[in-house]
């Protein structure tokens, strides 16, 4: 793909504003709205910035989520090696589900694990993100690339048990800090080119190819266009590869695709 790529975070200023920034050259050039909303440059920048969006410690910024979704749609087993580990079909249509917006986590953030009296069992599920930049609403497959803004990086924390034990899967996909973004969104991507891999504490325990997906971006957006209007600015997370597996307090995540960066996150014991 030729199209070009450029790179967007979100920053909290020690003034307590949080502002959408475009990274380029090594700065932060702040703009006056989210870039999916035609957000233009205020003129202020901040200097000290890597291409990951890392502002130097010495600034007092801190990197935020990069996104503002209304709703958090995802889809479940869209890899083949995914839906037989857990032991389920190969969907012959998409799973939707929702995350809500609250479950939101900062890169560098920290995964509250729930009490055992309530899950025993919470996974990683590392997933290519798809921020929309045009209102889809019943939109051909075609169509569908004409809808995307950019990508970025989600983990799909669910707690495995309460997703067996409720049927429902919104308390076991839903809880607070059970969606980490970022570091950072990517425009010009070929959705169906990358390589998606999941560390903990530094052991690889996913790797795979967007390209093995069940459905693609477009696929998927035709697909969940026919049924509610993708906004602009709603995350679309597109599944997860095989390999996932338990966390535990202690544990260090990370999530990468080369095109994007690294997506980091600890895990705690919940209070
Ligand atoms: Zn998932």
């Given at each position: ?35 999916w909303r035609g957000?233009?440059p ?8 890597d ?15 990069p ?16 839906a ?5 079909d ?24 729930p009490p055992r ?15 929309i930049g045009?209102r889809?609403?019943r ?8 809808h995307?803004f ?7 924390i ?19 800090t059970?969606?980490?973004?970022g570091?950072i969104v990517?425009t010009?991507l ?10 903990v504490?530094?052991?690889q325990r ?19 266009s026919?049924?509610m ?7 679309l ?14 544990d260090?995540?990370e999530?990468?695709?080369?095109e994007?960066?690294t ?9």
């Open positions: 793909m030729s199209a070009t790529r450029r790179h967007f975070g979100r920053l909290a200023l020690p003034d307590g504003r949080r502002v959408f920034v475009e990274l380029e050259g090594g700065r932060a050039l702040y703009l006056d709205r989210a870039p957000g233009s205020t003129g202020e920048a901040l200097d000290h910035v291409a990951h969006g890392f502002p130097a410690r010495e600034t007092g910024a801190r990197r935020i989520a996104v503002d979704p209304a709703k958090i749609l995802c889809v479940g087993r869209n890899y083949k090696a995914h037989s580990e857990l032991g389920n190969v969907p012959v249509e998409p799973l939707l589900f929702l995350k809500p917006s609250s479950s939101i986590l900062d890169p560098d953030g920290a995964i509250e694990l009296s309530i899950a025993e069992r919470v996974d990683h599920e590392a997933e290519l993100g798809v921020i045009k889809a609403r939109v051909s497959r075609d169509d569908a690339a004409a995307v950019g990508f970025t990086l989600v983990g799909d669910t707690a495995r048990d309460l997703q067996k034990k409720d049927g429902q899967w919104t308390r076991a996909k839903g809880m607070d059970f969606c980490p973004v570091p990517v010009g070929d959705a169906q080119a990358l390589t998606i891999t999941c560390c504490n530094g052991q996913q790797h795979g190819a967007t390209s093995d997906m069940i459905f693609t971006v477009a696929d998927l957006i035709a697909y969940a026919r049924v209007t993708l906004e602009v600015g709603d995350l997370v597109t599944g997860t590869p095989s390999g996932v597996g338990p966390l535990v307090a202690g260090a995540l999530i990468s695709i080369a994007i960066g997506l980091r996150t600890s895990v705690v014991a919940g209070p």
